[in-house]
């Protein structure tokens, strides 16, 4: 499988939102990475509905929603009717977690799961047949443009080794810190869908930036 690219708008300009989707629709990014924060799981609050449902207007690709809330199971229909093509929760948000996995797949997306830095990739064991994306965070959510945490590698390649009988279709995500200088090590541990934000965002050549990524 090609790496996807899915450049996350939580870089973005948001006075200016509708011109950066418009970007990404013309560029060679797959995905388009919106993540949800609510201040409570995460110390920073993002954005809600209102402006998912604004990008889902103008986007072309689909829209690849990145909850970091607590309880998500109140918002999934939400954010389902607001566009989303993906829905990834949080491990540690979720009580009831397969449970979660099938409202997702019922209401029609596609049904994430998410690891933050310290939890072990062992722990999806008795879930990884059923879910269609692992993410997983090399920082710590909340904030963009944080430092890439270097044990992430590893946490790929048991993923990639756990996934291998039960889900070899299994999409691997990885969110936090991506440039070009880490990403043929993500691909080469098996990561195949690669969030970057900052790196996009922050460059001079978006467009570019995003054909350099999606090329390695």
């Not at 491990?91 to 998410?114: F, M, S």
Request: aromatic fraction near 6%; charge should be negative.
């Amino acid at each position: 499988m090609k790496h996807l690219i899915a450049p996350s708008i939580l870089a973005a300009d948001f006075a200016n939102l509708q011109r950066d989707i418009e970007m990404l629709n013309q560029s060679e990014a797959d995905w388009i990475h919106v993540d949800i924060m609510d201040g409570l799981f995460v110390p920073n609050i993002s954005f809600g509905f209102p402006v998912v449902e604004a990008v889902n207007k103008y986007a072309t690709k689909p829209l690849d929603v990145h909850l970091m809330i607590t309880d998500p199971d109140r918002y999934l229909k939400n954010f389902a009717d607001a566009g989303a093509a993906h829905i990834t929760v949080h491990y540690e948000a979720c009580t009831h977690l397969h449970r979660t996995i099938q409202a997702i797949k019922e209401l029609g997306c596609k049904a994430g799961v998410a690891l933050n830095p310290h939890t072990p990739v062992a722990l999806l064991e008795d879930i990884i047949a059923d879910v269609d994306l692992v993410l997983i965070m090399s920082v710590n959510p909340g904030f963009g443009g944080q430092k890439f945490i270097q044990n992430t590698y590893k946490k790929i390649e048991q993923l990639k080794t756990l996934s291998a009988s039960q889900n070899p279709d299994l999409f691997i995500e990885v969110d936090g810190g991506v440039n070009i200088g880490n990403t043929p090590q993500l691909i080469q541990a098996g990561a195949n869908a690669l969030v970057a934000g900052n790196f996009v965002f922050s460059s001079g050549n978006p467009l570019a930036t995003i054909k350099e990524l999606k090329q390695i």
